[in-house]
């Protein structure tokens, strides 16, 4: 761990944090900062609360993210996720979170986020954002999510 020093999660016992807001989102430097690709974390067991009924809701989430300088280190990002299990909102106002706080930690050249929640009332809620148009050159694979049957 000394190559890096500032990770304070990584390689050590971490109790999942109370809520989103709580939750430390680190960053390790780009090994390749000048070359364009897409780094691709996918989370197909996503939970977090109905704010109405305090009823779990599922999703499966998709991030890909063209990096500059900073990558998200994985295990902050799993904690990060799993703060939203007594976390309430609405399946829109998370995924939006999420994309957002990625977007202010990272710096990313380009990010987006895919949420493909399960039924709620009997209707599933995909929700989409992105920062903008990806990177010309950029190879954008398939989110590989079904559309909703489902769900796998």
Same mark, same amino acid.
């Given at each position: /761990? ?25 960053? =390790? ?6 070359? !364009?690709?897409? =780094? ?41 996720? $799993? ?16 994309? /957002?706080?990625?977007?202010? =930690? ?7 986020? $895919? ?6 009332? $009997? /209707? ?7 920062? $903008? ?6 190879? !954008?694979?398939?989110?590989? =999510? ?7």
């Amino acid at each position: /761990m000394t190559k890096y020093p500032k990770l304070s999660q990584l390689g050590r016992p971490a109790i999942l944090p109370d809520s989103p807001e709580k939750a430390v989102l680190e960053t =390790v430097p780009n090994p390749q900062p000048r070359a !364009l690709y897409l =780094v691709r974390f996918t989370a197909p067991e996503f939970t977090t609360l109905c704010p109405v009924t305090g009823q779990p809701d599922f999703a499966h989430l998709v991030i890909d993210y063209a990096p500059r300088a900073k990558l998200v280190e994985s295990k902050s990002l799993k904690l990060y996720l $799993g703060s939203f299990r007594n976390h309430a909102d609405f399946h829109e106002a998370c995924t939006l979170a999420i994309g /957002m706080r990625l977007e202010k =930690v990272l710096a990313p050249r380009w990010l987006r986020i $895919g949420g493909y929640w399960y039924p709620r009332g $009997g /209707m599933p809620i995909d929700v989409f954002w992105q920062t $903008g148009q990806p990177p010309k050159g950029l190879w !954008l694979p398939d989110p590989g =999510v079904q559309p909703y049957r489902g769900r796998g």
